[in-house]
């Protein structure tokens, strides 16, 4: 007779008594009739249908075998671990990636990314006004230059005024780069003049010193328009024993530039000794420019003095392309169109001749040839 095996714990089942039809499992004590046999497998049947069988052959294969003992083939485990411990990791490395990622800190937090696209929005606007104020200068200039004309004397001196005013502030600008290279600070026009009203008051100071702090000082008043203490500082520099040439031509000349009725100080730096021919040059030029003023009415003066200056020896080419151009306005004032031309000519074709007189040359030699 076949064993049972025990429908609860799988286990062997013996009969009580024969005649009974009963089987009882010692493990677990339950009781089985016998009339259930044909419904319940035996140990030995369920052993067999549990058991692998191998691909190849098909025989049985025992639960701890790794091979079949027919062909030898590697058993094939029912259940797939291996894909099932793969999705497990996978999905475990999804997890920690997502919580790194959730709680890596930002790089620009959300507040602090906005206040830089506002101050790059502040910025774009401040880059916008500063260009279209540029743009507004820019063709205010050309306005002006369009504008200039050699027979409007009233132009010509706000012009000659404000190249004055732009040279001293050049100097100025070029003494606060000196003192910034000295200094973390650049200071200010009224301490500048601080400044330099200690070093003119200092005891047993140095002349040159002295004398360079009256000029700077003078130069600061002029671009304020405070020109009687100018003209005081220029005074007390010319009046100085020990000054040197060069600072005493340079205060005759802020002085005399602005002096249409009186050439004396002028006349004084061309006639000076030991002056350098930049500073000569300028002092013609600047002569010649007061004699061709109408309310002094030399015009063969100035020409006179136009003239010397184109032909000195190094001359600064800014200097002798002015000559030439304001002897050219002389000469069509007097209705010489001939050497007018010539002279117009002549600052066209010079190499380190400034743009704007080049342009306004040629302004006027087109109109003298129509």
């Not at 079949?68 to 920690?96: D, E, K, T």
């Not at 015009?299 to 001359?315: G, Q």
């Not at 800014?318 to 030439?324: E, P, S």
């Amino acid at each position: 007779m076949p064993t049972i095996a025990c429908p609860k714990c799988n286990r062997p089942m013996q009969l009580d008594e024969p005649s009974s039809g009963w089987h009882r499992c010692k493990s677990c004590g339950s009781k089985l009739k016998v009339a259930d046999q044909a419904t319940t497998p035996s140990v030995d049947a369920q052993k067999t249908a549990d058991a692998p069988s191998c691909n190849r052959c098909g025989a049985a294969l025992r639960k701890t075998a790794s091979h079949c003992h027919q062909c030898g083939m590697r058993a094939r485990n029912r259940f797939p671990i291996r894909p099932l411990l793969m999705l497990v990791i996978m999905v475990l490395l999804v997890v920690v990636c997502g919580t790194l990622l959730l709680n890596r800190p930002a790089s620009v937090p959300v507040t602090e990314a906005l206040g830089l696209r506002e101050e790059l929005a502040k910025s774009e606007g401040a880059r916008e006004k500063v260009q279209a104020l540029a743009n507004s200068l820019g063709d205010q200039i050309a306005s002006a230059q369009r504008d200039h004309s050699a027979v409007q004397a009233e132009h010509q001196i706000e012009l000659r005024r404000l190249q004055s005013e732009i040279a001293a502030l050049t100097r100025e600008a070029e003494i606060a780069s000196t003192n910034a290279k000295r200094s973390e600070r650049v200071l200010t026009p009224a301490e500048a003049i601080i400044a330099y009203t200690r070093v003119i008051e200092m005891k047993d100071a140095p002349a040159e010193q002295v004398a360079k702090a009256l000029y700077f000082r003078a130069l600061i008043y002029c671009a304020e328009s405070r020109f009687e203490k100018a003209d005081a500082d220029y005074t007390q520099l010319i009046e100085m024993k020990d000054a040197p040439v060069e600072q005493v031509a340079m205060a005759l000349l802020g002085r005399g530039k602005r002096n249409f009725k009186n050439d004396e100080d002028l006349t004084r730096v061309i006639e000076m000794r030991g002056v350098p021919v930049a500073q000569v040059a300028e002092a013609l030029f600047e002569r010649g420019f007061h004699r061709n003023w109408e309310s002094v009415g030399q015009p063969a003066k100035a020409i006179e003095d136009m003239t010397r200056v184109i032909e000195m020896k190094d001359a600064p080419a800014t200097q002798v392309a002015n000559a030439l151009w304001w002897r050219a306005v002389v000469y069509k004032r007097q209705g010489n169109f001939t050497k007018a031309l010539a002279d117009y000519t002549q600052v066209i074709e010079m190499k380190d001749a400034p743009a704007h007189l080049k342009a306004d040359a040629e302004k006027e030699r087109q109109g003298l040839q129509k």
